[in-house]
């Protein structure tokens, strides 16, 4: 069981007002909130030993390279990845989905195939897409199924020896769907496609473990899992890592440089051109402490059962309709009640004081699939309660009653 009236004690920015109200936030799927240890943490690097990174010979130097190189161990454990160079430190999923795409320009061939799954966010579709405009690639879709998971009959009639890559989220952002990856890695592998996994929306609920899932990059970004915002982590392994060529030119990723010719610096340094985000890679490492110090099946345990709880409460409700009906979910309930506009329910919710979203949640395809412009997503989180949820249900049920 865990402690939650304890834990939302780490959280200052719970104990704001919002339009009057107690905060009440379900918008933890688009970010976390902070800790009081990852706030600390930042500030502890600013006040106490802010200085830049690997060239300096000075104390404060030293201090932070070493709290930097620390942060990169903590993930690397974190994620059970072979060695702390196969881990990248990039400004997000975002980047780290580019860093790969723009990697395999000089790699994939015209006619070879990329596969990504309806589910993705425009994050990972985007960038392949560019890939295929550059290298005469094609794209094609797993589709998705009804109740919001994949179309894993047409996922097993895709694979073939001229599929390269492949590109699929752990969790759908946009339903919560959990895909069955370690099954769409092992099939990829056997035709000898490669994997990218975007974790971005996994990894506040599952500790994935990079080597057993046999991953070939697994990606996410600090802020959904208490860390800060402009900090991606981009899991590689050693050979592709090694493979590809790197992304930004400039200092740090250097071993010699002369206007004849330069050599690239040795893995992680390759991909990390320019001063980093150092102060964030370090109060991710704080951010995982926390998570990890919870511990992650507690955690997971918990907010099943604010799901469940928040599901059955919502149905209630006439005319709801809740889009991703997997059993296996987080706690992510993206739903529309009758033809009301779920901008217009969001914007009743947070004169309430309650956060949650509404739109496509950057997964347009999706809502092209069940023909609405967006729903309204509450997601939940590990320091939200049962008395949230209904008082959101509540101010829902208020909501429906002035707008239709
Ligand atoms: C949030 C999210 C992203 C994008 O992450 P950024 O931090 O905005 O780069 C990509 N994919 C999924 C599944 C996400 O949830």
Not at 95 to 123: P, R, T, Y
Not at 125 to 136: A, D, R
Not at 153 to 171: G, I, M
Request: hydrophobic share 40%; proline share 4%.
């Amino acid at each position: 069981m865990l402690d939650v009236k304890k834990i939302r004690e780490d959280f200052p920015i719970l104990k704001r007002e919002v339009n009057g109200n107690p905060l009440i936030y379900f918008d933890n799927a688009a970010t976390s909130q902070t800790p009081q240890v990852v706030i600390d943490a930042i500030v502890d690097y600013y006040s106490n030993y802010n200085a830049n990174i690997h060239r300096g010979v000075h104390s404060l130097s030293q201090e932070a390279t070493d709290a930097y190189e620390e942060a990169r161990i903590k993930i690397q454990k974190h994620f059970n990845a072979a060695k702390p160079y196969e881990i990248i430190l990039t400004a997000g999923t975002t980047h780290a989905i580019n860093l790969v795409a723009h990697g395999f320009a000089s790699i994939l061939k015209e006619g070879e195939e990329i596969l990504v799954s309806a589910l993705e966010h425009h994050s990972n579709i985007v960038p392949w897409q560019m890939l295929c405009e550059k290298t005469g690639a094609i794209l094609k879709v797993i589709p998705q199924t009804e109740s919001g998971e994949l179309d894993m009959d047409a996922f097993a009639k895709a694979l073939s020896p001229n599929l390269k890559l492949v590109f699929v989220n752990h969790v759908s952002n946009a339903l919560g769907t959990i895909n069955p990856i370690e099954h769409i890695i092992k099939e990829a592998h056997k035709v000898g496609a490669t994997v990218l996994i975007d974790g971005a929306q996994a990894t506040p609920h599952i500790k994935p473990d990079v080597q057993a899932l046999d991953a070939d990059f697994y990606v996410c970004s600090a802020h959904k899992i208490c860390g800060p915002t402009g900090v991606g982590i981009l899991y590689g392994k050693e050979e592709w890592l090694t493979k590809l060529p790197p992304y930004q030119g400039g200092g740090e990723m250097i071993d010699q440089v002369s206007f004849e010719k330069t050599t690239y610096a040795g893995l992680p340094h390759k991909f990390e051109a320019g001063t980093p985000n150092i102060c964030g890679g370090i109060a991710t490492g704080a951010g995982l402490d926390y998570m990890n110090a919870i511990g992650f099946d507690n955690i997971a345990r918990y907010e099943d059962e604010l799901l469940q709880y928040g599901t059955e409460k919502l149905l209630e409700i006439e005319g709801l309709k809740i889009y991703g009906t997997s059993a296996h979910k987080t706690a992510v309930i993206s739903f529309n009640v009758g033809n009301i506009h779920p901008y217009d329910i969001g914007t009743i919710l947070d004169k309430l004081g309650i956060a949650v979203r509404t739109g496509h949640h950057c997964a347009q395809p999706i809502m092209e699939y069940y023909k609405i412009p967006g729903t309204v997503r509450a997601s939940f989180s590990f320091y939200n309660t049962k008395e949230e949820i209904d008082t959101f249900v509540a101010g829902l049920k208020r909501a429906v009653t002035m707008l239709s």
